[in-house]
């Protein structure tokens, strides 16, 4: 193994026995446009094991081994690097990717080789829908989870109109297909879907179309480095002030790039490091403040989730067989960082709490922070069982 | 009756932005003759070439090949007529042997240019078309040389040598012996006399050097200002005023064969007086 | 024009890729190696880009034409395969020879629209054409899946899965080498060396009487339909395909390809094609900055290596063959003919 | 003592060995023409001089400087113009931008950027320049090429043959040098320029020395004071013009002239 | 009329930014045919070092300034250490000129880290007019005025001095050029040093319009080369009507047909080009 793998147990005093480490393969996005999601993916997953492990990095007795490549966010290289873990590091889990249509390939060889597979923080709803197989696990909060969290909240009385703007890519089309029908559910009307190129350098042109069309609620699907843009831009054309805005709220660097033109934007977030009031957060915001010099993130909770549901995982089968794995976690709960998740039985799908949240500015921060409205209890948000 | 017309241009004009590069040029080349093109530099004359040969299409006239208007074809269909030219700067292959550079043009005539499986070095006919062309230029020893690698006169024979193996009826050379040296020169015109006493083919040639156009034409045109102003026999055309005062000047530029001796004692005058 | 190229000849002609051929084959039989599943798929990789690169080294070191465009017949290929998999049940074989009838209509088209452009422009046309592509592949999403891709077995069940990797390894070999002795041999054919002439000069080549535009249509079809058979390969490796198989950064990794193993060789790029795939993926393997370490390892190569690896082995075989004359003839005065050989 | 003298150059063109031990004097204020068959290294010669292929082995001296080793635009700013055998035109400029990239150190007056020269009519007499500055220069120019003032806006790719090489010498001229490399000027001109051109080098000579490689031998006789001969790389010969002319056998020796 | 204005407007915004990423481009791509695929990083390294002088100091001319000269300098190192060996092999060129690519951008990260940073407008270029009932931030009309000033300026340059024709003239023959006593080499690196200004200028000044992010020089590399492409090569002029035009249509397009926008830089180029192959204004031939 190379310089690209690193012990989980570095501080973790080993016994000195040569026992077989039990090894974590990471496929994720190190570097490419989604590296700062797979920088605290990655953070996460090695806390979560830290603590679920009480700092031992070690379980069954064996360490613990973390193994990360880069799948620079495209699938095929992805999927090379899932095979390099698993022929020539002979991993006995695997984990990633900040990318779901890597994540999909990693999916299917998870299955040909019968390897767990713990997505995080992955969520496209593929995963554990149409794209499902039993090797799958994922701790990752999903598209539709926000959906339903963020869908209903939004539409404050019947009849209020909806414009949705999103990429114009598979992405954003599956964004529109699971939050809209949460709208209309809700009493809203959706009255168009504007779909703009990822790389679009300006979206005047498309906002004034939101204007023009004067909604009620205009919902923003975005990712990506130009996402500060689109939102200084939605408060250049005072689209803030006219209409309410909405979207699935961002990572701390999306917040600080909002700044004040952020201010009253409502809005579902899967992680916000002040919000989850439990004793795992507080360990892990306190770990990560000394660790990294910074809070915790939004995958970073994620991450952790998935290091924690592992370890707790393999004490329960007693094995990193994945037969049996998967039979410890089926069903399995454990305590996160966001309280209590729970893998559903039959898509694997870990059910969790979600936040829908006001943006505002509180005095402590240098930047808007999300201020909690309502936390959504795990069964609220559950997407329904789509595995066929 | 006269004689068979190979080549004839019917008033073919053409201009570049303002300019008049050739104002309605009629000229009628008999089969198997040597014809020269002369006139003073810029007058039209590789402008005229490129009409002939494809490379610019002429904004009024006709030009007849065999009988047949060959008008506005494209480089390679006229090539593929029977017309080879040469360039007045050396256009070859650089990158490919002096063989390969012949045998593509003995190749481009034949009809396995588009076949995919055999080896093109199998097909005997065009590699014995090369050797034999470059036999006839004089360059048999030189097959291997990449042609970039050639001294500048031997460039000139290998473009001849290319024009060879391409079989034509009609000849076009532009200024064949331009930067030959006074010992090569003869090379060049024994290959074009060679060709000529084929009996196969007719030349059509722009050349400077007034000697060997004096020696070696037929007929001779020429040009001034993109129009004819003179035509005739050599000895025409060497009297002709209007031709001295255009375009030769006293001592026809120093011209080689002949002028040789007068150019010595001038030479000789020249550096005792300095 | 664009670059020096690598000579063809010398013992890299014939002796050198018969050995490289012969080791590979060997190799899945050598023990460590062939207990090796990581490094058969990487080579596996290298395999299919190795068709590829010499599909591009067609256009490029033949034909003289820069593409950027390329993965245009590359992606069809992919596509091509996945969609009949996909909605006709097709398999592999099927595929071989469905998509190179596509491919080869496809460069029809797009060439005689784009290659009355020259040089830079015919690669920013060409770039536009694969690019324009890769947009209807990513908005075609319910066909195609989209930007998420789309998965279904394309290889032959025997090589399928990783149970069956020496398997594949040996298809995809065995095609790789199958082309590698098809291009050899219609490169040397006289289309091909009408090929070389244009590349060398077009207006010579125009004016010795070859339509060539007619020769780069077919060269552009060659190497259309030769991408597409790489791309079917690439559809059975991985069996799975996004619209970036389209995309420009396809056609630049192919770019690199060819100029590091050395463009006109045929070989070299086949070559360059193992180099930059199992370069790139151990690379990253072994340093968090491994963008830092190939972006150095290309810029070495660039200045070290100008004739690509092609160039290297000719300068070897060069100097072994002046060392022998020197040895043989004695003093040969260097004069006219001398200079000839 | 000589203006430029190589002794014992050896030049090699990647592993070809072209030059194989020249040795050579140019005097001042005359010219001298470098004489030998196709292929025995005359440009390569001039090439060496100027540093565009440098020599390996021995010593290029102008005006006492060792010069062997400088790149190409120290060797023309101590005062060498060279006129290459191909012309070196830049075909995409026009006429006007060529002649003002050659003015060395300085630019085409401001008028003359843009709007042609007048009164230029074609073929005048060219009498000496009439005067040394830029200005005089190329109202001499332009007198013994006229050609260039009637294209003045054209690009020079479109130029014809004889244009072009027009052009190419008319660039040297420009700037004030102390020596010439002049590669075949006569090549594709017309006769009655080659007599001009003759004409013209004289003129030249007399201000500037001129190294002159030339295949049109009577052009050759008629305007060189002294001769170099080359054959395959290495000089064979070196004394007057009037020698070579009077000696038919060392003429068909090197030559080939009888 | 008052809306088609204003997208007019927001157009011949996006078309200047457009021009000014590709500017530098332009230059050197179409004066020394050398591909320069490190310019979108160049651009990038521009608006990051115009952001950290800008955060240091307040002072966004110096700011502007700043992320210039960093641009600058880092286009005469490349000339200087990475183009200078290859001339005259255009694709070895395109081959280490992606290969710094992939060292900017590994720098880029490993300074400022993997996440966008906000670049907020400067205070004196806050606030939105308003256009016919619709908002236009200041900022767009201070970017319309800089792109249309660097384009006088390199356009002066390029037509009226010496120095732009030597450039021209030593692409078609450095030997040459040469011979006539130009150091040639020094003029190809002051070249580059200005490409590499305009990129980073291009940058700094988009700065504030698109905030800092690691994606920034691969995302606009493709569309930069559109330009200068379709406005012909050597055409610095041409460079700034095809960004216009592109601009105009994205406004256009994005507003009225939004489902083509993403197709849309990709057609425009290929119906220029294969109506008029030398691009908009390129010399004939090409
Ligand atoms: N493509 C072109 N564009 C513009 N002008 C051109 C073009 N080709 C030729 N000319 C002009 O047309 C005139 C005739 O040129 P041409 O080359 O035919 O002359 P020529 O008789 O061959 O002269 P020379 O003896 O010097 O070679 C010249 O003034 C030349 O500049
Ligand atoms: N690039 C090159 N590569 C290899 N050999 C070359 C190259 N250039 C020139 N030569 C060889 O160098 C020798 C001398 O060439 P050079 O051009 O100096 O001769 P020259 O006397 O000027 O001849 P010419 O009268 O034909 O112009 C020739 O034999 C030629 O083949
Ligand atoms: C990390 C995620 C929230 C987004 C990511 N692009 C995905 O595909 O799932
Ligand atoms: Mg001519
Ligand atoms: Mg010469």
């Known amino acids: 193994s190379g310089g690209g793998s690193r012990s989980a147990g570095e501080g973790g005093g080993g016994g000195g026995r040569a026992a077989e480490p039990i090894k974590i393969g990471v496929v994720t996005s190190v570097t490419g446009p989604l590296a700062g999601y797979a920088d605290q993916e990655i953070k996460g997953l090695k806390l979560g094991i830290q603590y679920a492990t009480g700092g031992t990095n070690e379980v069954l007795g064996r360490p613990i081994e973390i193994i990360i490549e880069d799948d620079t966010g495209s699938p095929d290289v992805g999927k090379q690097k899932a095979v390099k873990l698993l022929e020539q590091d002979k991993v006995h889990i695997l984990q990633g990717s900040a990318s779901t249509p890597v994540a999909l390939q990693i999916a299917s060889l998870a299955e040909q080789y019968e390897v767990l597979y713990m997505v995080d923080p992955a969520a496209g709803d593929q995963l554990t829908t149409t794209d499902f197989n039993k090797y799958i696990f994922r701790t990752a909060g999903i598209n539709s989870q926000d959906a339903l969290a963020g869908g209903k909240a939004a539409i404050e009385k019947p009849g209020d109109r909806v414009v949705h703007l999103a990429p114009d890519n598979a992405f954003g089309t599956s964004a529109q297909d699971a939050w809209n029908p949460v709208f209309e559910e809700a009493g809203g009307v959706v009255v168009r879907n504007i779909n703009v190129p990822l790389d679009a350098k300006d979206f005047a042109t498309y906002l004034q179309q939101v204007r023009d069309l004067d909604p009620d609620v205009l919902m923003v699907t975005w990712s990506g480095g130009n996402a500060l843009k689109l939102f200084q831009q939605i408060g250049e054309m005072g689209l803030f002030d006219q209409m309410r805005v909405t979207t699935s709220i961002g990572d701390r660097a999306s917040l600080q790039g909002l700044g004040d033109a952020a201010v009253g934007l409502r809005g579902v977030v899967r992680y916000f490091y002040t919000l989850p009031k439990t004793p795992v957060n507080d360990w892990l915001v306190a770990e990560h403040q000394k660790l990294y010099g910074e809070p915790p993130d939004l995958f970073t909770a994620g991450g952790m989730a998935a290091g924690i549901a592992i370890v707790e995982g393999i004490k329960k089968a007693g094995s990193t067989d994945a037969g049996k794995l998967i039979e410890a976690l089926e069903g399995m709960s454990f305590e996160g960082p966001k309280g209590t998740y729970t893998f559903r039985k039959e898509d694997h799908q870990a059910l969790q709490p979600m936040y829908y949240v006001e943006i505002v500015k509180d005095g402590e921060h240098d930047y808007p922070v999300p201020r909690l409205i309502n936390e959504l209890s795990p069964e609220e948000t559950a997407p329904p069982v789509r595995v066929n | 009756m006269g004689p068979e017309i190979l080549l004839e241009t019917q008033e073919v004009s053409i201009s570049f932005g303002g300019l008049a590069a050739n104002r309605g040029i009629s000229m009628q080349v008999p089969a198997r003759t040597l014809r020269t093109v002369i006139g003073p530099n810029g007058a039209g004359k590789t402008t005229l070439f490129n009409l002939i040969s494809g490379i610019y299409k002429p904004s009024s006239g006709r030009i007849l090949f065999k009988g047949q208007d060959i008008t506005g074809l494209p480089p390679h269909l006229i090539a593929r007529r029977g017309i080879g030219r040469s360039f007045q700067l050396t256009n070859l292959f650089p990158e490919l042997t002096v063989l390969e550079n012949v045998r593509l043009a003995a190749q481009a005539r034949g009809r396995h240019s588009w076949h995919f499986w055999r080896r093109a070095e199998g097909l005997a006919e065009y590699r014995e078309a090369a050797e034999a062309a470059l036999e006839t230029v004089g360059m048999q020893d030189r097959t291997r040389v990449l042609a970039r690698e050639l001294a500048h006169g031997e460039k000139r024979k290998l473009e001849i040598a290319m024009l060879l193996a391409m079989d034509p009826e009609l000849l076009l050379l532009d200024e064949p012996t331009a930067g030959m040296s006074r010992e090569e020169v003869p090379g060049i015109i024994a290959v074009i006399e060679r060709i000529r006493a084929q009996g196969k083919r007719t030349i059509l040639m722009v050349e400077h050097k007034m000697d060997i156009v004096l020696e070696i034409s037929d007929a001779i045109t020429v040009l001034a200002e993109g129009t004819v102003i003179a035509e005739g026999s050599p000895q025409e055309i060497v009297a002709d005023e209007r031709v001295q005062a255009a375009y030769l000047g006293a001592s026809h530029g120093y011209a080689l064969a002949g002028s040789w001796q007068a150019a010595g004692e001038e030479g000789t005058d020249g550096a005792a007086g300095a | ?238 069996n799975f395909v996004v619209p970036s198989v389209l995309g420009v950064d396809t056609t630049i990794q192919v770019l690199l390809m060819s100029i590091i193993g050395g463009v006109g060789t045929l070989g070299g790029p086949a070559l360059g094609a193992g180099i930059i795939r199992l370069a790139g993926t151990l690379l990253s393997s072994y340093t968090e900055r491994w963008r830092l370490a190939l972006g150095v390892l290309y810029a070495l190569l660039v200045l070290f290596l100008p004739g690509g690896l092609a160039g290297l082995a000719r300068a070897f075989g060069r100097r072994r063959a002046a060392r022998r004359s020197a040895a043989g003839e004695g003093g040969v005065v260097a004069g006219g003919t001398a200079r000839a050989s | 003592m000589a203006l430029l003298e190589l002794d014992g150059v050896q030049t090699y063109i990647g592993e070809y060995h072209i030059l194989q031990g020249v040795t050579l004097a140019v005097p001042p204020g005359a010219i001298t023409v470098l004489l030998g068959r196709n292929g025995a290294g005359k440009t390569t010669t001039l090439r060496t001089v100027m540093g565009l292929t440098p020599a390996r082995a021995g010593r290029v001296v102008f005006r006492g400087e060792e010069i062997t080793r400088l790149a190409p635009h120290q060797v023309a700013r101590r005062g060498i113009g060279y006129v290459p055998e191909d012309r070196g035109i830049f075909r995409d400029l026009t006429v006007a931008e060529n002649l003002r990239v050659a003015v060395r150190g300085g630019d085409l007056p401001w008028p003359l950027r843009g709007r042609a020269p007048e009164g230029y009519a074609r073929g005048g007499p060219a009498d000496p320049p009439r005067g040394s500055g830029l200005e005089a220069r190329l109202d001499w120019v332009l007198r013994l090429f006229p050609d260039l003032a009637r294209a003045w806006r054209r690009t020079a790719g479109t130029l014809s043959g004889g244009q072009q090489q027009m052009l190419a010498i008319g660039r040297v001229l420009l700037s004030e040098n102390a020596l010439l490399l002049i590669d075949e000027p006569s090549k594709g001109l017309a006769p009655v320029v080659v007599e001009q051109l003759g004409e013209a080098l004289r003129q030249i000579a007399a201000q500037t020395t001129v190294l002159l490689v030339e295949q049109n031998f009577g052009l050759a006789a008629a305007v060189g004071d002294h001769a170099v001969v080359l054959d395959d790389g290495r000089t064979v010969y070196q004394g007057s013009m009037a020698e070579i002319l009077g000696d038919a056998a060392l003429r068909r020796r090197y030559l080939g002239v009888a | 009329m008052g809306l088609i204005t204003w997208l007019a407007l927001q157009g011949l915004t996006v078309g200047l930014l457009w021009f000014l990423i590709a500017s530098g481009l332009s230059l050197i791509f179409g004066l020394m045919n050398v591909l320069n695929f490190a310019h979108g990083a160049l651009y990038m390294l521009g608006t990051y070092g115009a952001l950290t002088i800008y955060m240091a100091t307040g002072n966004f001319v110096l700011a502007l300034a700043g992320g210039t000269l960093v641009g600058a300098v880092l286009g005469a190192l490349i000339e200087l250490l990475a183009i ?157 009507l095809a960004a216009i035009l592109v601009g105009l249509t994205q406004a256009f397009v994005g507003y009225y047909a939004p489902q083509f926008a993403l197709a849309v830089n990709i057609a425009l180029m290929a119906v220029v080009l294969v109506l008029r192959p030398q691009g908009l204004l390129g010399r004939q031939g090409g």
Do not use: C
């Open chain 3, 1 to 238: 024009m664009l670059l020096r190229r690598a000579k063809e000849g010398g013992w890299l002609g014939a002796a050198a890729p018969a050995a490289v051929i012969l080791v590979l084959a060997l190799l899945p039989f050598m023990p460590v190696v062939g207990e090796n599943r990581y490094l058969l798929s990487l080579l596996i990789g290298a395999f299919v880009f190795a068709v590829f690169a010499m599909s591009f080294d067609v256009l490029l070191g033949y034909t003289g034409i820069v593409s950027f465009g390329h993965a245009l017949f590359f992606g069809t290929g992919t596509y091509t395969a996945i969609l009949l998999a996909k909605y006709a049940g097709a398999g592999f074989w099927t595929a071989l020879t469905a998509a190179p009838l596509v491919a080869a209509l496809l460069a029809l088209a797009v060439g005689s629209l784009s290659l009355r452009v020259k040089g830079v422009y015919f690669a920013m046309v060409s770039m536009a054409f694969a690019e324009f592509f890769r947009v209807v592949a990513e908005k075609a999403s319910p066909i195609t899946g989209g930007s998420d891709g789309l998965a279904v077995q394309v290889a032959p069940d025997w090589a399928y899965g990783p149970r069956n990797r020496v398997e594949l390894y040996f298809l995809t070999l065995a095609l790789a080498v199958v082309t590698y002795l098809v291009l050899r041999r219609v490169l040397a054919s006289p289309f091909g060396r009408t090929l070389v002439a244009i590349r060398e000069n077009e207006q010579r080549a125009a004016a010795v009487g070859y339509n060539v535009f007619a020769f780069k249509l077919g060269a552009l079809v060659l190497a259309g339909v030769v991408a597409s058979l790489a791309g079917v390969m690439y559809a059975a490796t991985e």
């Open chain 5, 84 to 240: 200078r060996p290859l001339y005259g092999r255009q694709l070895f060129q395109v081959l280490m000129t992606m290969g710094l690519i992939l060292v900017f951008d590994e720098a880029v990260e490993a300074i400022w880290g993997p996440y966008p940073l906000p670049f907020a407008v400067p205070a004196a270029l806050q606030g939105t007019f308003t256009v016919f009932d619709r908002p236009f931030p200041v900022y767009r009309l201070f970017i319309i005025g800089v792109g249309l000033t660097v384009w006088l300026l390199v356009h002066l340059f390029l037509t009226r001095s010496r120095l732009g024709i030597i450039v021209r003239a030593g692409v078609e023959d450095r030997e040459m050029v040469q011979a006539l006593g130009i150091d040639i080499r020094k003029v190809f690196t002051g070249v580059f040093a200005l490409g590499g200004a305009l990129a980073a200028l291009g940058g700094a000044v988009a700065g504030p319009f698109e905030g800092a992010h690691t994606t920034l020089a691969a995302e606009n590399l493709l569309p930069a080369f559109i330009v200068v492409v379709v406005g012909g090569l050597g055409s610095f002029t041409g460079s700034l």
